[in-house]
């Protein structure tokens, strides 16, 4: 038969109230930070999990300013290269044909400044910046693409290097092939030597040569179509600056000799710069449309995991609360046995 | 027919009065007593008095009676068992709450669940950084995103100065608990001694002494809480046919080889060993003798001998514990225990403390240590986690440094000067640059002792016509720029970066000079996002194998640790409780022997009542008849 004592008795008590008295407090604990865990120790294998998973939407959110940044850039670009296609299309389709057609030399000059102004404002535009470097300078942000060279005729020139000139081609090349690497949540890794894999990051480099071409084709033509139109401004300018007779063999108020031709030749060449820019055109579009779709995707991405770090994370306040109200309940029950502990005893009914 | 005494009846009802008021005295003594530590219940011990013997006359019509009560004693009721077992159970739970209330305090610097909005500290700290590379990426011409960037590394760095800073200080705090531990420890050695001198001479002079013996009970208990202990009762024998108990306390389970602390009236005390010092420097292949690297002890002087006696002592790094010669308080050396003892440790708080202190798991040195014991890799202590903070920290400055190589090169790795051109190093290398000689690639030109003058040409000529893009941006020190040796107590950002003088470079190779190419930042974002092996020996040859222990990016090195220390927590915390309350358990069976228990006592109290007053009224009767015999006998006819 076991002997129970007073002490015995009381000892007993003291730790289970204390006992309840521990899980009264930790339940509080959940209802006033509604986590299921307030420390690493108290559930190890979901903290790792939330530390994980908060990792991933830290990265998920770095991504996505990104992102940002990244399409603000090309949509300034589509904007600047939309609206040159759009003025030139009219240039080219009409005005250009109507020029070479006119009899009129003061209406061919006239047309010819207006061509000369335009390759300005081409020049202008994709001289643009976005933020503190250039857009269509590839990686070379810092410096203005386009310039005129000081010569007379002026001639294009990009980083400063003439466009047009074959022994150029090479190195212009180059240039077009830079790339500024973004990453989008591709996965962006590196290769043994160092260098970013291509398909693992987005390429936000643009070149304005990749709009405008570069180079001469076997005739001597420019292929860059601010160079084409430059040249036929001047040789329609050419038409009106005639004050004396024409020179020998030169027909109707055309300048120099061979300048029909060659504006002939330069009006088909003017057909094909355009089209090279509408591929451009058309392939930015299409690469816009994708950082638009990889901007949703990282959006909804960035929300599902918000919402898992939520679930490990965070207690149900019903639950929490129910928690609590049974611990107060068990709690002030344990208080109440307290009174009947110190029980009488026998010397209280001694006479 | 036996003789009847006449007033021998008085002494018997005498008797028993003294007896009940014995008895009540007794109960009174247990219940004043109810609430005394360590107090076991006594009792008043009887026996019925036959004084006398056989009688060579007598006749079988005679009846013998007894003279009534004798009080031969009072005894305690006490399980000698359960002490043990309790004692047994202490131990072990003194050594969970030793290492428990380490590991608590490690908990509140290294734990990040909650805070920073749930973020953490340093785990946020780190995406932060990347974050800021990441808009630096894209801004690479603007010399304020390379500040943000910088801004956010030294808050980094700040982070990890704090951390190491913290634990130290919990190690110096421990440190004091332990050599504190053991000075209480040696105190109750010495109590528990003068308590067996002073029950040893009342036991000579025939008083039990029960009040010392439980006094003496609850220092014992207190002493199984520092280490495992196990409690003999010996006899001495003091002449003349006469022993009297002797106590024996013996530090382990009872083996035949465990040491004495306590014999009797003598105690020896706890003190932490001195060791022959180990040489740092010491090299298993050196035969010199002259060399300061021959000889696996260090003497006096900074040289090396292979003889430990020469070497200069030290205190024990690991905490080794002696036992002194064991004296008594008058300083009289016991004659069988008159030298120093080592002593193994065995459990109880004392252990648990000196495992956090000296724990070191994966990074327990290998060799120039004093580590002779089993050092499984499941001790952790707080070197375990300084360590693996040092890791991290060591880690975080090679991979950025790395990342950011101080010369321009190109495609092939061979260092170019600012036009791309490979920088040619030769002899004769006063022309500007030269032309002649040997091209250098960054990789051999970065593992130059800069402190070597034999390379201050080659390092000279770099300087005057290499283009510098990068340089070191994480040095052991604020002052300069070396990256040796980086810890997480001395991290810092390094004199060039912090004087901008040394930039995050931007670009590495010389085919992307002049542009805004950021080639090198996305190169530092994927290492600082990448996962990198870990083994003992990167922070010191030393320091256990070169093994890859774990293989990890930086959050996740961090986030590893963190949770193995949540483990530990978490598994001695419900041992702990286990523990806890099996012994708790065990103390009320005890208390249910040797308790006081008030129900009891006041039947007792009922019960001497009553017989003292039956005694009284014994003798009362017997008066009244004496008083019939001496005053009515023989008085007819007066």
Known sequence: MIRVTTNGVLTGYKSSLMRSRNQLESTRNQVLTQRNFNSFAENPAAATHAFQLRRSAWATDMQLTTSDSVTKKFEAAFGIIMSTHDDLAVVADGTVLTGLSDTSGAGRSALGKTLNGMADSIVHSLNTKYGAGFIFNGANGDEVPFSWSKGDPKELLFNGLNVNDPANEAALKAMTEQSTFADIGLGMQEDAQGNIIPATAFDSALSGLDFLGYGSDEKGLPNNLVSVIKELGDILSRCKEDSNPPAEGVDGNWGREGDQEKASALALKLKEAMSTLRTAHSEMDTRTTFLNTNHTRLKDSFSTVNEQILGVEQMDLADAINNFSWAQYCYNAALKVGNTILSESLIDYMR | ?638
């Open chain 2, 1 to 638: 027919m036996s003789s009847v005494s006449t007033f021998g009846a008085f002494t018997t009802a005498r008797l028993g009065m003294y007896a009940a008021m014995k008895g009540l005295d007794v109960t009174g003594h247990n219940i004043s007593n109810i609430n005394t530590r360590g107090y076991s219940r006594q009792k008043l011990d009887q026996r019925a008095m036959y004084l006398t013997g056989s009688d060579r006359y007598s006749s079988p019509n005679d009846a013998r009676v007894g003279s009534g009560v004798l009080c031969t004693g009072i005894s305690q009721l006490r399980d000698p068992y359960l002490d043990i077992r309790y004692r047994n159970d202490m131990a072990g739970v003194g050594e969970l709450d030793g290492r428990l209330g380490v590991l608590d305090e490690l908990t509140s610097i290294l734990d990040e669940v909650g805070k920073g909005k749930g973020d953490g500290v340093i785990e946020k700290q780190i995406t932060d950084f990347i974050e800021k590379l990441s808009s630096l990426s894209t801004n690479t011409n603007m010399e304020e995103y390379q500040t943000l960037v910088r801004t956010s590394a030294s808050t980094l760095i700040s982070f990890f100065k704090s951390n190491a800073k913290a634990l130290e200080k919990i190690k110096t705090n421990t440190e004091n608990g332990f050599k504190q531990e053991m000075t209480k420890a040696n105190e109750i050695l010495k109590q528990i001694a003068a308590y067996n001198d002073s029950i040893r001479k009342s036991e000579i002079h025939g008083d039990s002494a029960l009040e010392q013996r439980d006094q003496r009970n609850v220092l014992i208990d207190q002493l199984s809480q520092y280490m495992k202990i196990d409690v003999t009762y010996g006899k001495e024998d003091i002449g003349a046919g006469v022993t009297v108990e002797k106590l024996i306390i013996k530090m382990g389970d009872g083996d035949t080889d465990d040491i004495t602390l306590v014999e009797g009236a003598y105690a020896g005390q706890l003190e932490i060993r001195n060791v022959p010092e180990l040489n740092p420097n010491y090299d298993a292949t050196q035969s010199d003798p002259d060399s300061p690297s021959f000889g696996e002890w260090l003497t006096a002087d900074g040289g090396g001998t292979i003889d430990p006696s020469f070497a200069r002592s030290i205190p024990s790094p690991i905490y080794d514990l002696n036992r002194s010669p064991l004296v008594d308080r008058h300083g009289n050396t016991h004659p069988n225990h008159s030298t120093d003892r080592e002593l193994e440790y065995e459990e109880g708080s004392l252990q648990g403390t000196r495992d956090m202190l000296i724990g070191a798991g994966e990074f327990t040195p290998t060799k120039n240590s004093y580590q002779s014991y089993d050092t499984s890799v499941s001790k952790r202590g707080i070197p375990y986690y300084q360590k693996s903070m040092d890791a991290l920290a060591n880690k975080f400055a090679e991979v950025l440094n790395k990342a950011n190589p101080t010369w321009l090169t190109d495609a092939d790795g061979y260092v170019t000067d600012a036009d791309g051109k490979k920088l040619m190093f030769g002899a004769d290398s006063t022309a500007a640059p030269p032309t002649v000689g040997v091209p250098l690639e960054l990789d051999d030109l970065m593992q130059l002792d800069p402190d070597d003058p034999a390379n201050a040409g080659v390092l000279n000529h770099f300087k005057a016509y290499g283009a510098k893009v990068g340089g070191t941006l994480i040095s052991n020190s604020d002052a300069g720029d070396d990256f040796t040796g980086i810890t997480a107590a001395n991290i810092s950002i390094s004199k060039g970066w912090t004087n901008n003088t040394t930039k995050l470079a931007t670009y590495t190779k010389a085919e992307d000079v002049g542009s805004t190419s950021n080639s090198n930042i996305n190169h530092i974002i994927i290492q600082l996002r990448g996962k990198h092996d870990y083994a003992p020996s990167d922070l010191d040859s030393d320091l256990g194998s070169s093994n890859v222990y774990t293989s990890a990016n930086f959050q996740e090195m961090y986030t590893n640790f963190c949770g193995i220390l949540a483990m530990d927590v978490s598994t001695t915390g419900t041992l702990l409780q286990n523990r806890a309350t099996s012994t708790e358990e065990l103390d009320i069976s005890r208390g249910a022997v040797s308790g006081v228990d008030l129900n009891d006592e006041a039947a007792n109290m009922m019960m001497y009542q009553k017989s003292y007053a039956a005694a009284a009224r014994l003798m009362t009767t017997i008066d009244e008849a004496l008083d019939k015999l001496i005053n009515g006998t023989g008085v007819v006819g007066r």
